[in-house]
């Protein structure tokens, strides 16, 4: 028998810390929480990385403009995302800051296989540079001479540079992906992946001159390492890699890494072309989401329509909002959010449907059974579904099961109508509560990595010897 549990690493970016957390990274850091949530209940030894990147002229600029020193300034916005997290319910395991000197030191032995390698040489570098994406732009990914993503000119940089011999590296990650040692998901990201590929890589710049509070080449102190590397391996510096072997060894390579879809040109080629020139071993899977918009338009500070998942929290509570984003949008699709949709959704499935449910069924279980629960039943409905699709990513398609029992459940209330038929026929009113009581329970366990607090709320209800629901409806309706 194995004894050794299986063990589950699963990981976030790591975010700029110019800005406070926003819907989009709270939706990565959201869904990376519940499939940890889901491995843990499995037993699983899991570990959930996060965190923030502190690094480079962006975040040097953004403490100039608060006018704050940038020790100061990556402090207070680490702790931002730590409390943000915090007011979500997701739990890392693990919050790395790439100021750190596990990090620190973790990227300079990095650096340092990476020049054994040979795959590094020097060479000039001329091109545009947008601060804002932190990366070098081709002419064709500028619209009127600006970055579209930024709205600002790059600045044209020339310089002299280490290079990493990315285009060495084209043949073998082709073959790993289309052969599935190296899984993109969905689809369509990986398609696009491969079409980089075939469009033919070009080697890259791995360090600057003229970066701002970035770290130096640990063989050539004018120059400073290149923060997107810096930032991508704080996966291997997070379990040790520098520290800990036996950690690192246990853990890695990464089960998931979860992303937006801007980012895998930088997570499918660049990221396992430089693991592969240290000589480690690939990530399993890379998971990148889509994009939200917001009534139809883009999210945006000038439009004034950016969403605030801590304050929506505050509002509708965090279990409401983690259902509301999961339940909206297909995981991996585009899609459009509102706080009008969150509100309908709220009263609609979790106030009229879940919510409704458990009142009815503890509020007659109280009446009618007189605390005696009798023996467990086994739940009317299989939703074993559930699980298969939250392990999936199909995290609406799970959601829609779990509700589809509860519509139905309530449909059956209505038709039985307890409250008549009890005057007639106590005992069918006690297995027909004793089975929706059992169903209730099952939904609760598998809601609970989607919804925690409300799951953990309707076990503690059926849990007791006699039943005692919460004082205060689950979700009070919202006009
Ligand atoms: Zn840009």
Redesign the pocket.
Known sequence: MNLERNKFYITTPIYYVNDKPHIGTGYTTLAADVLARLHRQLGEDVYFLTGTAEHGSKVAESAEKAGLNIQEFVDEYAAKFSLAWDELTIAPDDFIRTTEERHIRAVNLFFTKLKDSGKLYEGDYEGWY??????F?KESELVNGV??????K?EWIKERNWFFKLSEFASILKEKIETDEFRIFPLARKNEVLSFINQGLEDIAVSRRTAKFAMPLPWDKEQTIYVWLDELFNYCSAIGYESDRKKFDKYWPADFHIIGKDIIKFHCIIWPALLLAIGEQLPRAVYAHGFFTVNGQKMSKSLGNVMDPVALAHQYGSDAVRYFLLREVPFGQDGDVSEEKLKERYNADLANGLGNLFSRVTNMMEKYLDGDLGDARVSPKDLSEVSEAFHSLNFSEGLVKIWEAIAWANQLIDKSKPWELVKTEPKKVKELLLSLGALLYDIALKLSPVMPETANKIKTALEQEKIMKPAQPLFPKIE
Do not use: A, I, Q
């Open positions: 947008c601060v804002g994406c932190e990366s732009k970055c579209p993503l930024h709205n600002r790059p």
